[in-house]
């Protein structure tokens, strides 16, 4: 090694100083890495969520849509008439044996 001055022993204090501070923060500096890879992940997690959400939204909106469209096609007058001749079968059959038994 060279001359020994009070200059290279000053340099050598300050380089030994830094590496300890290095030394001392690197658990803090990889703390917060990892909170901010959490955050992100967290930001991550709720911006997919809500991505799926709006899909789900317009599939509702996309079925309800169809749904009202099959309503709005139909002939509602010969729907109600064919609606009340299949509620009506076999009422008659039911009544008549419901009367026969009753008179026997």
Do not use: W
Not at 54 to 73: E, F, I, P, R, T
Request: proline share 2%; hydrophobic share 45%.
């Amino acid at each position: 090694m060279g001359n020994q001055t009070p200059l290279t022993s000053q340099i050598t204090d300050a380089v030994a100083q830094s590496d300890v501070e290095v030394v001392g923060e690197a658990p803090a500096i990889a703390m917060g890495t990892s909170f901010q890879t959490m955050a992100h992940a967290t930001g991550s997690l709720f911006e997919t969520a809500v991505v799926t959400a709006q899909q789900q939204d317009a599939v509702c909106q996309a079925a309800s849509n169809q749904g009202v469209m099959q309503l709005y096609s139909l002939d509602t007058i010969a729907t109600a008439g064919a609606t009340t001749k299949i509620s009506q079968i076999g009422v008659a059959d039911n009544l008549s044996q419901l009367l026969s038994l009753l008179r026997s």
